[in-house]
């Protein structure tokens, strides 16, 4: 009996008399401000009288609000007219601004003054480049021409000769009296070389054949003369 | 790693870059930059600078935009954009590197009638009644006789937002 009248006990704690809950759990708080609470009975009606001041004191005081007062608008008028009279003088923010800017001026005019100077050097530097590398092209292009021409001499002697030598060539119209000249004189391109430059031709070959001929021994192309028999010419 | 070998660390200390002479004024807006990476004798200044001098200007001069044209035309060059549309232009052949930091800081740089009107006017902003990391005082609590920060002296419970006054209302 005991501890169920306990257990009753705490459950009216929990459940208040007004039926408010004491949001003990994990439940947000409501919003909103809390009421006016009215004046506390030991502030209501409670009037402080401070105590009334000596005359002469509150005149002193006074007096001497005045004068501080008085001070300290006059120190500040002071700095003012001084603040004003070095701006009229030039020695200003302002002043010291423009004088900035004319700085500023001076010194980009300065360094465009440089870089003009520099620009006619470049240009006169590039001038006398181009006019070094036009010399050395052009002196290229002569010494060409020279080869060119020397080249074109050589030919034009090669061609001159080739006409000379053109008058003794094979045409259709003395072909049969060459074909007669070459079996009458024939050239002949055999020949050996000794150490000393002498040079071995074969002996020419007879027109017509007399007596009987050989018979083949060897190849056809090996000469069967004895060296004894051949044309020397040193 | 080859990040850590030679001048590379060097030039990237906090020491180095405060070492940097080179503080563009207030009007100059843009400052651009030309250089060859593989130079000639006289256009090797340039490129000197840039890897010498370019994280020291921009560690000096964080509102300027910086722009570097790399391998563009064959002269380097300098080009500043001032506030009022002006452009200034450097020709930077045949410059050391030193001479282009010199040329640089004498024509753009803060002169020393600049710093002295910056000093007078940073004086003439200060009022003792501001509070921040920028002026003299940073808290109210600083001043005799107000009340103290709660970091330094325990405020009563009544003024902390913690207290209620009915818990059965909120």
């Not at chain 1, 704690?13 to 949001?23: D, E």
């Not at chain 1, 506390?40 to 105590?51: C, D, R």
């Not at chain 1, 150490?195 to 020419?204: A, I, L, M, S």
């Amino acid at each position: 009996m005991l501890r169920s009248a306990r257990i009753l006990v705490t459950s009216e704690n929990l459940i208040g008399g007004n039926g408010q809950t004491r949001n003990l759990g994990r439940r947000q708080p409501k919003q909103g401000k809390p009421p006016i609470l009215p004046p506390a009975k030991k502030v209501l009606y409670h009037v402080v009288h401070a105590p009334w001041q000596k005359p002469e004191d509150v005149e002193e005081l006074l007096w001497r609000r005045h004068v501080y007062n008085n001070a300290v608008t006059s120190m500040r008028d002071v700095f003012k007219s001084e603040l004003e009279q070095k701006a009229s003088v030039g020695l200003g923010i302002d002043a010291m601004k423009e004088a900035e800017a004319k700085e500023l001026d001076e010194l980009i005019a300065e360094n465009e003054r440089k870089n003009q100077e520099k620009a006619a050097a470049r240009m006169a530097r590039e001038n006398q480049d181009t006019k070094a590398t036009k010399s050395a092209i052009l002196e290229e292009i002569r010494s060409e021409l020279e080869k060119k021409n020397e080249m074109k001499k050589l030919a034009e002697k090669e061609v001159l000769a080739a006409i000379s030598r053109s008058q003794h060539f094979v045409t259709k119209d003395n072909l049969e009296v060459k074909i007669l000249e070459a079996l009458e004189k024939p050239t002949i391109y055999d020949f050996a070389i000794d150490r000393q430059g002498n040079k071995y031709f074969v002996p020419e070959p007879v027109k017509y054949q007399e007596g009987t001929p050989t018979l083949q021994k060897g190849r056809f192309s090996r000469i069967e003369v004895p060296i004894s028999h051949y044309n020397v010419v040193i | 790693m080859p990040f850590m070998h030679g001048s590379m660390p060097l030039r990237r200390t906090f020491f180095y870059l405060q070492q940097g002479k080179i503080k563009f004024r207030d009007t100059v807006h843009v400052f651009s930059l030309g250089f060859n990476r593989n130079p000639t004798p006289e256009q090797a200044g340039a490129r000197d600078f840039v890897y010498w001098h370019w994280a020291q200007l921009q560690y000096h001069n964080p509102k300027v935009q910086l722009v570097k044209h790399v391998d563009k035309v064959i002269t380097p060059f300098a080009r500043a954009y001032l506030e009022d549309g002006r452009e200034v232009l450097f020709d930077l052949e045949n410059l050391k590197r030193e001479e282009i930091e010199e040329t640089l800081a004498k024509t753009l740089g803060k002169t020393e009638l600049v710093e002295r009107r910056e000093r007078l006017e940073s004086i003439a902003k200060l009022n003792p009644a501001d509070f921040g990391s920028k002026n003299e005082r940073q808290c109210i609590c600083e001043v005799q006789g107000q009340h103290p920060c709660t970091s330094l002296l325990r405020a009563p419970k009544c003024v902390t937002g913690k207290w209620r006054w009915n818990h059965n209302l909120i």
